[in-house]
């Protein structure tokens, strides 16, 4: 059949030189508008639980009368079991198919939402919160990855553009709509609504994914890594475990030896996974991903990035309870001007990236950079009177700076990787994204607590937060050269080739 290759735009190629939209002869079929809605919804809902637990915590503590560990528990239980079985579920979604995955992960992670909006006991909720983690980890990948193999050439940038944006969108809404939950009180259910909520959209979503959303599948079904998957979770436990409970419990000596363990249940990880890809066999990390230089190097942005992202989420939402004493519903409706700058720039990355290429990240950064900086100013000159209204212009620059750079920051880490290798190489990103997240809070969120030891002292490290992030801004607006889309820009546009 007859097909034209449309070379004429100089722009980065975010389709990544894959050729069709699916890796197998199963499922053949391109990824509708509204099979991307579906599988959008499988981020959001997963992203909306991971923040919107945070204003809810001191309601559940009244209700349930939860111990400070159960109550950390709520919220690293879910964080911890999601990220360490996100690469596994990537890899069974590349091998059995990325639609059966995502519909077993929506039904899971919709009973396991209806368990915690019904738990009796804090030790119920944790219990749900894992499982509903460890549901999340099955669905997520196969949306990376079943955007990859069943979409094509600027289709494809958009949607992973919007992939990202609803992710930082849910992060951002995640908080507000928490707190008008909790704030109603419908019925007398307190914070329960903020779990069962999940039901009716996962119920919808079951339904429309099985009619709208294409299958797709690397080949035969591979053996899972046993040994690849025990190394993984170790490393991954070592490392978020004790960040996530070590200083809520004073930092005891097994915190300590997990932390040591980590670098070495790394590195294990690392030899047995090249070992078995060169024996022929199929680790669950092929060290192969990394030879993309898209993969490589935009990791090294993604960590930096959203450990800043996530430190920043958790410090203004105490700067404004804690240091300001206003409600959670307040603090919730102070990240509405962010959430508004965020959806314009990101609804702006497909035009920008196909004229200005990764370009667009580094302008990204540096605007991020200038909104910390004027926040920055705003409390440090304005304490204590300061208001959520006068945080607005700040958080609309750094807002519109976010939206550049993670609405396209998906699609560039993930344009080199084959379809064959796009479950795991979403697994591997979200991974990546999950730990630096739980990083940022555990070291910046850590630095802002320990300095908040008074009023004053909330003004002093909430800003040197921010000065910390404006570093990491500024290291990503500089990291974004080394991308391979940055030099692509710098070739002559190419004639139009038909192909037959």
Not at 28 to 42: H, Q, Y
Not at 160 to 173: D, E, F, P, Q, S
Not at 402 to 408: A, E, F, N, R, V
Not at 429 to 445: D, E, R
Request: charged share 10%.
């Amino acid at each position: 059949m007859p097909s034209t290759l449309n070379l004429t735009k100089p722009g980065p190629r975010l389709d990544a030189r894959t050729p069709q939209a699916h890796d197998s002869g199963r499922g053949r079929g391109e990824l509708t508008g509204t099979g991307l809605a579906v599988v959008l919804v499988g981020v959001l809902l997963p992203m909306l639980d991971f923040f919107i637990v945070n204003v809810a915590l001191p309601t559940i503590d009244r209700d349930l009368h939860a111990s400070q560990p159960l109550l950390e528990l709520v919220v690293s239980g879910y964080a911890t079991a999601y990220a360490l079985l996100l690469v596994l579920g990537g890899r069974l979604g590349d091998s059995l198919g990325r639609k059966r995955l995502f519909m077993i992960g929506m039904a899971a992670f919709t009973v396991t939402s209806l368990a915690c909006g019904l738990a009796t006991s804090a030790e119920m909720l944790v219990a749900g919160r894992v499982a509903q983690g460890a549901s999340a980890a099955m669905m997520v990948p196969q949306v990376l990855a079943t955007i990859q193999a069943a979409t094509t050439g600027d289709r494809r940038a958009r949607a992973l553009g919007r992939y990202g944006a609803t992710g930082g969108l849910a992060a951002v809404l995640g908080q507000v709509l928490g707190g008008l939950l909790v704030s109603l009180n419908l019925d007398g259910t307190g914070w329960r609504p903020i779990f069962l909520v999940n039901v009716p959209i996962g119920l919808a979503g079951l339904v429309l994914a099985r009619r709208y959303v294409p299958d797709t599948r690397h080949g035969n079904a591979a053996r899972v890594d046993g040994p690849g998957t025990i190394l993984l979770g170790v490393t991954v436990l070592t490392i978020l475990v004790p960040l996530t409970e070590g200083r809520s419990l004073g930092w005891p000596t097994w915190t300590i030896a997990m932390l040591a363990v980590a670098p070495l249940a790394a590195a294990t990880f690392s030899i047995v996974e090249r070992r078995m890809e060169r024996a022929g066999r199929t680790p669950l990390v092929p060290p192969s991903l990394l030879r993309h230089a898209s993969m490589r190097r935009g990791l090294l942005l993604v960590l930096p990035f959203f450990a800043g992202f996530g430190a920043f989420m958790f410090c203004y939402a105490l700067l404004v309870q804690v240091g300001l004493h206003d409600s959670a519903l307040v603090a919730g409706f102070g990240l509405a001007p962010m959430a508004v700058a965020f959806l314009l720039a990101s609804l702006s990355t497909s035009r920008l990236l196909a004229r200005y290429g990764a370009r667009v990240l580094a302008a990204g950064g540096l605007l991020q950079a200038a909104g910390l900086v004027v926040l920055a100013v705003t409390v440090y000159l304005g304490w204590p009177h300061v208001s959520v209204l006068a945080l607005a212009p700040g958080m609309v620059i750094a807002g519109a700076g976010q939206g550049l750079i993670m609405s396209p920051l998906f699609g560039v880490v993930l344009s080199e990787v084959p379809p064959a290798e796009a479950g795991v190489g979403g697994g591997v990103l979200t991974t990546t994204q999950q730990t630096a997240l739980a990083l940022g809070v555990a070291t910046l969120g850590s630095l802002f607590l320990t300095m908040a030891a008074d009023r004053t002292g909330v003004r002093t490290g909430f800003v040197t937060v921010l000065v910390i992030q404006v570093v990491i801004a500024v290291a990503v607006a500089a990291g974004a050269r080394g991308l391979p889309s940055w030099r692509r820009l710098r070739q002559p546009a190419l004639p139009q080739v038909a192909a037959h």
